[in-house]
């Protein structure tokens, strides 16, 4: 069993900033990517930052500049720095990691159970 657990998420006045952070728990061997998707009421899901298998990062145009994602091998975390806050980034964002839990197992994607985030104008 594998879990994600996000957490600082909130209302924001925009220009503001929060961070938000996931802790992924359990039966993990190895991390091979991990992120943050978002999905604002009527659109797709899509992918905010996140890291990938080879270690690089990848970044929505709209937050460029603006968002930074953080990771702590050691403690199985990824963060999410978000700064200059517009309405338009409000949303609930997932955190989601694609994970292997045993060498001989393939990776298997799982994902939080989101975390809500309102930017106020």
């Known amino acids: 069993q594998v879990q994600l657990v996000e957490s600082g998420g909130g209302l924001v006045q925009a220009g503001g900033s929060l961070r938000l952070s996931c802790a992924a728990s359990g039966s993990i061997f190895r991390i091979n990517a991990m992120g943050w998707y978002r999905q604002a009421p009527g659109k797709q899901r899509e992918l905010v930052a996140g890291?990938?298998?080879?270690?690089?990062?990848n970044y929505a145009d709209s937050v460029k500049g603006r968002f930074t994602i953080s990771r702590d091998d050691a403690k199985n975390t990824v963060s999410l720095q978000m700064n200059s806050l517009k309405p338009e980034d409000t949303a609930v964002y997932y955190c989601?990691?694609?994970?292997?839990?045993?060498?001989?197992?393939?990776?298997?994607?799982?994902w939080g159970q989101g975390i809500q985030v309102t930017v106020s104008s």
């Open positions: 890291f990938t298998s080879v270690g690089s990062t």
């Open positions: 989601n990691a694609l994970i292997k839990t045993t060498d001989w197992r393939p990776s298997y994607n799982y």
